[in-house]
């Protein structure tokens, strides 16, 4: 029994993890266990269960491949993650370098419209939209009482909707990286451009813009990877036609009870999320710990 | 002279409008329903016509929302102190932890950041649904837990990486356990971290939808699947008071947190 246990620890210590502290194997085993069993496990049935059938087989990809329905929301996916992060990016970078500006003080005052409304319900601010948004809703009657619309636009049930309600949502995501990004830059750096000779356009374009580009990888990276696995808004705020990926795979685990092709959609998904996770671990060094 | 100093000042005013309208489209949809939930109309109305607490009492008269209201309070409850114990163990153990497996470890756990959480619930529906947990409150608690695991892992991490490892050594130098080391030098410097990370996890489950709708069954629904499931079917206007509590619960936490999250050395919320 000891020497079972003193090969086992000789082999752990030869890959550097020190046994002689079981003080960290006592701390790390609970959380592991639990992420193991309640994590890992479902997610690999998940992946399992989508090749397997019981034996090995790809009829579910196929069937991905092969219905155009299935492209069509998947280019859908893609496109509305990827126009959210461009009115993300339009919207947020003058937002960031504004508040980079600012006294310390101003901007942590500031800074509360950004935190709070990023950590409130996201169920509750789209219910919100809907009520701003809906054929007589809160943004159409301003319009239409100030004579600028003579009847009421969709805003609601197509992409605009979808497009205003993850914008909402994800600008957070896009601020917060930006911001750390333009307050990285000494100030001494544009001093010197500016005692140079260089006007502040041009020190904009020659200094703050290329060194802001780290944030601006990082957020759009950010934005365009949480907008992929979106549920809540296409749900609320879109039409049929603006369905995601994430609600095709809840219609097929919830209505239509096809669960192995769920999986093989939700894999599809995961596989697509962790891809464009990888470029952004490379991209961004040791950011965040 | 003047057309000089305009061509100066116009950006700065132009920026300063602008990242002022953003700011508000941020805030707009939480303003928005607090005029509406003293509307007794379904369409929008800014200043609404015949002010009223109507939602309010409805609300607090209706037994079905105060019984979610309740079981995800429950939920919350139960994320917390799960959540907390397992993500300061494992923080605790991730600090002490050194070489190749580290890097490992860290990500696997805090793995259930990245992926989306759609996937994680139609995996914890079919699984959890073999072991009698889904339509109960267990079922979703254990599935918060694991998606607050990682939020309290990097603050009670970040918290710690700041602390000094020579007061550890003091403290077992001068003869101290390392069960006395913690309670009395390591426990205390990062008090602040997991109280916030406390708050956090209990909001996070308070307020998720996700996985809560494939969890919830159909008998006691938590609070965000009720709202889900009621969004669609509204007739009488009630949720813009049920978003106020919603809110207004928040704010109790989240205030306190991210206050006590800037006074402390981590710098608020990293999600």
Known sequence: ?289 | MTTLLANKRLPKIALATFSAVILLFMAMPVVAVVPMSFSSSLSFELFPSAPSFTQYRQLFSSSDWIVSFLFSIRIAFGVMICATTLGTFAALGLSRLRGSWKPFLQGFLLAPYIVPTIVYAVAAYSVFSRFGLVGNALGITLAHTVLALPVVIVLVSSALSTLDPSLEEASNSLGAGTITTFMRITLPQIRLAVFVSALFSFHLSFDEVVVSLFLSGSNILPLPVKIWSSISYETTPILPAISMVIILVSLCLLTPALLLGAKGDSTGPKL
Request: net charge positive; glycine share 6%.
């Open chain 1, 1 to 289: 029994m000891f020497r079972i246990a003193s090969v086992v620890g000789g082999m752990l210590r030869l890959k550097g993890f020190n046994l002689a502290n079981w003080g960290t194997l006592f701390l790390l085993t609970p959380p592991l266990i639990f992420l193991s069993l309640l994590f890992a496990a479902p997610l690999f049935q998940v992946i399992w269960t989508s090749f397997f059938a019981p034996d090995f087989t790809l009829q579910y990809y196929e069937r991905i491949g092969q219905n155009p329905i299935y492209g069509h929301i998947f280019w859908n996916t893609a496109k509305v993650s990827a126009l959210t992060t461009i009115s993300c990016l339009i919207l947020g970078y003058p937002t960031a370098y504004f508040l980079s500006t600012l006294r310390s003080t101003t901007r942590q005052l500031l800074l509360v419209f950004v935190v709070l409304p990023f950590l409130l319900s996201i169920l509750i601010r789209n219910y919100a939209w809907i009520l701003l948004l809906q054929t007589n809703g809160g943004v159409n009657r301003i319009l239409l009482s100030l004579g600028l619309i003579s009847k009421p636009l969709e805003l609601m049930y197509n992409e605009t909707g979808v497009l205003i309600g993850m914008t909402n949502v994800l600008l957070p995501y896009m601020i917060f990286p930006l911001l750390s990004a333009f307050m990285a830059i000494p100030s001494d750096v544009k001093e010197a451009s500016a005692s140079l000779g260089a006007n502040s356009t041009k020190t904009f374009l020659r200094v703050t813009l290329p060194m802001s580009l780290p944030g601006i990888s990082a957020g759009c990276l950010l934005v365009f990877i949480v907008s992929l696995g979106y549920f809540v808004t296409p749900a609320l705020l879109g039409g049929p036609r603006q369905m995601m990926i994430s609600n095709i795979i809840e219609f097929h685990v919830r209505q239509v009870l096809n669960w192995p092709f769920a999986f093989a959609l939700a894999n599809v998904l995961l596989m697509g999320t962790l891809i464009w996770y990888f470029l952004y671990i490379k991209i961004i060094p040791k950011q965040r710990s």
